[in-house]
C-alpha cells in the first residue's frame, strides 16, 4: 500500500538536543511538507519542497531545517534554537498542483 | 493575522441529523478550499474541496457551500453518523507556484447516537 510513514510515533528529547524526525513515502510525490499543529491551531507550515534538492521555508521556519536528497525522503531537524519544539508534528505529500495532500500519522515531540 | 478562520471550536450534533460546519477566510487571492477530517493521534484526511468557479460541491453525505462575495465556506454533513466524530479543519490555497494550504483551527464535532 502507498502512503506516507512517519517515524517514530512518539519522541522524547532533553532541552538543548537536536532531533530528527523521518517522513518517507512511497507515492511518487514531488512536493513534500512539513506542518505543526499545536493544541487550539491549526496546521502551520515549517518547509516544502518541490523537487529533490530544493526546499523553501514556510511560514514558522526558524529552528529548523530539512533536506530533500531523495523523491522518498524528507527529514526534518528540530534545533536547540527553535523556542517551542513540543508539538505534533506532521508531514505530508502532493502529486500535482492543486491536488489534496496526503498526511502521514504524525510524531509527536515532547521536549523537557 | 488568521487568514483562515473556525469560529466554532467544537459541535455536538445527534445522529441522524444535519452537521454544518463553517468557515471564515479574508485573502480575497484565495480560490481553492478544501475541507480536511482529523481523528486523534492520526493525520488529516482528505475530504472534499471547491474550487472558486463553483459554488457548491457534494460528494455522497458530504456537501461544500462557497459563498465568495461572504468570505465563507461551510460543510455540510447529512446524515451525521457516529464514526463523523473527528476534528474538522478547513483549508485555503491561492494561486501561486507553491499552492501552500492555509489551515482553519478546526472544530472538532461530536456526533451523539
Known amino acids: 500500500d502507498g502512503g506516507i510513514t512517519q517515524s517514530p510515533k512518539y519522541l522524547f528529547r532533553k532541552e538543548g538536543q537536536n532531533v530528527t524526525l523521518s517522513c518517507e513515502q512511497n507515492?511518487?510525490?514531488?512536493?513534500m511538507y512539513w506542518y505543526r499543529q499545536d493544541p487550539g491551531q491549526g496546521l502551520r507550515l515549517i518547509y516544502y519542497?518541490?523537487?529533490?534538492?530544493?526546499?523553501q521555508k514556510g511560514d514558522i521556519a526558524e529552528g529548523y531545517s530539512v533536506s530533500r536528497e531523495k523523491k522518498e525522503s524528507f527529514p526534518l531537524t528540530v534545533t536547540s534554537a527553535q523556542k517551542n519544539p513540543t508539538a505534533f508534528y506532521l508531514c505530508a505529500s502532493q502529486d500535482s498542483y492543486n491536488s489534496p495532500l496526503h498526511f502521514g500519522n504524525g510524531t509527536r515531540l515532547t521536549v523537557t | 493575522d488568521q487568514q483562515v478562520k473556525q469560529n466554532s471550536p467544537s459541535l455536538s450534533v445527534q445522529e441522524g441529523r444535519i452537521s454544518i460546519l463553517n468557515c471564515d477566510y479574508t485573502n480575497s487571492m484565495f480560490d481553492y478550499f478544501l475541507w480536511y477530517k482529523k481523528y486523534p493521534a492520526e493525520g488529516p484526511t482528505f475530504l472534499i474541496s471547491?474550487?472558486?468557479?463553483?459554488d457548491k460541491n457534494e460528494d455522497g453525505r458530504f456537501t461544500v457551500f462557497l459563498n465568495k462575495s461572504a468570505k465563507h465556506l461551510s460543510l455540510h454533513i447529512v446524515p451525521s453518523q457516529p464514526g463523523d466524530s473527528a476534528v474538522y479543519f478547513c483549508?485555503?490555497?491561492?494561486?501561486?507556484?507553491?499552492?501552500?494550504?492555509?489551515f482553519g483551527s478546526g472544530t472538532q464535532l461530536t456526533v451523539l447516537p
Open positions: 519542497s518541490q523537487i529533490v534538492n530544493d526546499f
Open positions: 471547491i474550487s472558486s468557479i463553483k
Open positions: 483549508a485555503a490555497s491561492a494561486r501561486g507556484s507553491a499552492r501552500q494550504l492555509t
Open positions: 507515492l511518487n510525490h514531488d512536493a
